[in-house]
């Protein structure tokens, strides 16, 4: 299992969110027994190396760090973090195999976040200790497969763990991702309305509002596919896509947008990430308090499975 794996007391990962997940808020998750990763983003090298820094002040606990590919400077902030010793490396929006040796070499676990079979299998081949399975569900960057038809795949086409990310939000999800075969989850949407989760006031009552129906992916017919809350940037967003496919008008449209949603609270013009859980994400919760319910649903939900089992009898 994950925690066996990582030593930490429950299977679960934070999820990496740009501008969301802070040293701060990494070090708060992995102190309250999962594993928090500090998303680097858009971070130049110094504003990760501090982040690293910060938060290894902050717990004791293992915690990770979270490159997205597309950062122009992600060989500075990869060959930083092999300096600085963290426990794992998820990577997201891209192919992180030419830096696994080095990763490998700190003695950093590199754990892929893949969209796909394919990219999964060449992530093994590339030396991945582990991958983090995302479905389209998922806030955020994301791929076309859902979660429940790709995590079973995935774990049949590789040796390695596979942690599931991408619709859960309680023990129900954890217990499904576990017989889907992977060992762990990550989540991202039920922490936006943690506490301690650094995002504006509106941005979380926002999802604590949203239904099930609330999110949309924008970006696909441009290869950037990403879902977020829909407002009046998205309507405007997929009007662009349709009519001009005018990749510098969408760049204008999107330009600091998630900035716009964390910081300045704007619920209209922001790019207001979150996943298709969101509907189930009803009341804002202290941290320890999330981790603490979706390992107890589990625990619970198993009995229920159990009986459930016992009565199909056939
Ligand atoms: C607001 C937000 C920002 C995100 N930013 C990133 C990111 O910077 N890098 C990344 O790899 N994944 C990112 N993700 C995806 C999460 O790390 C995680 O895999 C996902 O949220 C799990 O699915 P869920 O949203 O259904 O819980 C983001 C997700 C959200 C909701």
Known sequence: MLNKILKIKYPIIQGAMANIATAEFAAAVSNCGGLGIIGTGAMNVEEARASIQKCKKLTEKPFGVNVMMMNPYTKEIMEMIAEEKVAVVTTGAGNPGIYMDMLKASGAKVFPVVPSVALAIRMER????????????????????????????????????????????????????????????????????????????????????????DTIVTGRSLNSPVRVMKNKMTREHLRLEAEVSDREELEKLTLGALRKAVFEG?????????????????????????????????????QNLISKHEEMSW
């Open 126 to 213: 590339s030396g991945a200790d582990a991958l983090i399975v995302e479905g389209g569900e998922a806030g955020g960057h994301v791929g076309e497969q859902t979660t429940m038809a790709l995590v079973p795949q995935v774990v049949d086409a590789v040796n390695i763990p596979v942690i599931a990310a991408g619709g859960v939000a309680d023990g129900r999800g954890l217990n499904a991702a576990l017989s889907l075969g992977a060992i762990g989850v990550q989540v991202g949407t039920c922490l936006l309305v943690a506490d301690e989760c650094p995002i504006h006031e509106n941005y979380k009552l926002a999802t604590i509002k949203a239904k099930d129906t």
């Open 266 to 302: 704007d619920m209209q013009n922001g790019s207001v990430m979150m996943g298709q859980i969101a509907g189930m994400c009803k009341e804002q919760k202290p941290l320890q308090k999330i981790l603490d319910d979706i390992m107890e649903g589990s625990k619970k939900e198993l």
